[in-house]
Structures are given as structure tokens and as C-alpha cells.
């Protein structure tokens, strides 16, 4: 029982670096989330999937991109990282009305 | 755009008390309300999910429920112990997305 798996777990990138993060999901869920979390602001959005092959903003997406290319695989890309950037990151899976899973977290500093 | 609210933003009693901690929401048109408890350094657990037709789920020693016209749910937690500490998270589904409010900070003392 994987449920969401996030790679990597922690990283450490210098500015301007880039890198990608990897959340797998073997529920078959349609519906895949990328949340960053930073103190006192809970889990704001970047970016969300609804399917195979779409993407769409959420909250605060600028700075990342993001790829759905098979179902159970949504990549977060940071092109040229900033310090603004270090935070928790977070994905998740859900389809429809059913509960969301959530991956265990990306801790990741810029410096 | 839904925005989620949760009150208050911390909490702390005595160990044995019953408390309920609250989420409100702007957007009633939603699929679902699902509670989440995070430990310091940790991923998100879910706890509770109420389906929008729903008024209320159980388990164990919590209970929550929604309504949605009003656009508010509770967390009730009986008998809390100091092991129930932590960040207690509402997150409301509705469309495509999943909006969470900031959470409540909870601490029971022994």
C-alpha cells in the first residue's frame, strides 16, 4: 500500500538552481494537487491535475511548472529557484467525493 | 473563489476536557469536507471525511459535522488526551480543487 509517494524527501538547491519533484500515485486517482506549505499560511495551491495529460493553476503558481503526463505521475518543476521558494511541499490524490491522500512532504531549502 | 476559515488558531487545555474546534467556508457548493490532523515535521493524516449530503461522521472519540448551508463544520474531540496535540486541518472540496484552511493549533497538558 504505497498510497502517494513524494521524491525526494529533502533537498537543499542554491539560487537559480534547478530540479524537479516527483509525486506517484498507484490509487488510479483522477485528481492530483501540488500544495506548498510555509508557517502561519497552511496549504496554498500551485498547481492541480484533473486527468491525464491537464494541468491548471491554483494559488501561488509562479515560479513552477508542472507535468501530468501519465496518471499516476504529476511532476512540480522549479526552473531557476529562489529563496522565496524554500518551503514544505505537499501532493495529493483524490477522485471525486473520496477522501484525499496525501504524500509525506519535500522539504526544501533555497539558499 | 472559496475561502476556508478555521477558529481558533490555537488551543490549549487541560488534559480530560471535551472542545470542539470550528471551519467555516464561503463556497456551499462542495463535494465534500475532509478533517486532517499533522504532527510537527509531518505529513497530513486524515481523519474524518463528510460527504456533502452528509450532517456527520464518527470515529471514535471524535465527531464532525457539517452543514452546508450555513457553510460550517465542527471537530468535536471527547476526552482529549495529550497524544491528540497537533495541527488540526479542514479542507473543503469543491469543482476541481481542494481549499484548506490554516489550521488549529491544538495543545492538551497533562
Known amino acids: 500500500n504505497a498510497g502517494v509517494t513524494q521524491t525526494p524527501k529533502f533537498r537543499v538547491l542554491k539560487t537559480g538552481q534547478s530540479m524537479t519533484l516527483l509525486c506517484a500515485q498507484d490509487?488510479?486517482?483522477?485528481?492530483m494537487y501540488w500544495y506548498r506549505q510555509d508557517p502561519g499560511m497552511g496549504l496554498r495551491l500551485i498547481h492541480y491535475?484533473?486527468?491525464?495529460?491537464?494541468?491548471a493553476k491554483g494559488e501561488v503558481p509562479d515560479g513552477y511548472n508542472v507535468s501530468r503526463l501519465k496518471k499516476q505521475n504529476f511532476l512540480l518543476g522549479l526552473e531557476s529557484a529562489a529563496p522565496s521558494q524554500t518551503s514544505v511541499y505537499f501532493c495529493?490524490?483524490?477522485?471525486?467525493?473520496?477522501?484525499?491522500?496525501f504524500g509525506q512532504g519535500t522539504r526544501l531549502t533555497v539558499v | 473563489k472559496q475561502e476556508v476559515t478555521q477558529i481558533p488558531a490555537a488551543l490549549s487545555v487541560p488534559e480530560g476536557e471535551n472542545l470542539v474546534l470550528n471551519c467555516s467556508f464561503t463556497d456551499s457548493a462542495i463535494y465534500n469536507l475532509q478533517w486532517f490532523r499533522q504532527d510537527p515535521g509531518k505529513g497530513l493524516t486524515s481523519l474524518l471525511l463528510i460527504q456533502s449530503s452528509q450532517r456527520e461522521q464518527t470515529s471514535g472519540r471524535l465527531n464532525a459535522s457539517l452543514d452546508k448551508s450555513s457553510g460550517r463544520s465542527t471537530l468535536y474531540i471527547a476526552a482529549s488526551q495529550p497524544g491528540d496535540s497537533a495541527t488540526y486541518l479542514c479542507a473543503v472540496k469543491g469543482g476541481s480543487r481542494l481549499t484548506f484552511g490554516e489550521g488549529t493549533q491544538l495543545t492538551v497538558n497533562p
Open positions: 491535475s484533473v486527468g491525464e495529460g491537464t494541468t
Open positions: 495529493a490524490s483524490n477522485t471525486g467525493g473520496v477522501e484525499a491522500f
Open positions: 490509487m488510479n486517482h483522477e485528481y
